[in-house]
């Protein structure tokens, strides 16, 4: 779904960095549904990255905390991969297994078309978002 991916082609530019993040886990979730929920389980700080209907210019990056993210996700409970992160990280704040912070960036997509690669708009800034996330990563 073009843009929709950005998540994971963020993931994986910053996993082919390890050497820099020796301590740091990266996992992408994006089709991980209820299983979020334990890959966030007591970790100290949770990143997360995605693609974010913000009424913003495409490719506009913007970073949240959970609180400040109002989802307006309709679910369609067809399959156990679907997830509304918003109600996952609730569930682990329930179970006392939520992560001490959350950071969330929301990327603006500029298309959500049926395709395998990401528009030229949110491309040519992956540099620019690798960074600010890298950014977060330091400990």
Known sequence: ??????????????AGEGEKY?????????????????????RRKVILVDCAFMGREPG?????????????KKLAHLSLHEADVLKIIEMARQLGRCPEEIVIFGIEPA??????????TIAAR???????????LVV
């Not at 020796?22 to 549904?33: H, L, M, P, S």
């Open 1 to 14: 779904m073009s843009d929709e991916g950005i998540g994971g082609f963020i993931i994986e530019r910053l």
């Open 22 to 42: 020796e301590n740091i886990d990266f996992v992408d979730a994006g089709v991980g549904g209820i299983n979020l929920l334990h890959y966030m389980a007591d």
């Open 60 to 72: 506009t990056m913007e970073r949240f905390g959970p609180e400040e993210v109002k989802s307006v």
């Open 111 to 120: 298309s959500v078309e049926l395709e395998q690669q990401l528009s030229e």
């Open 126 to 136: 992956v540099d620019d978002y690798v960074a600010a996330i890298s950014k977060e």
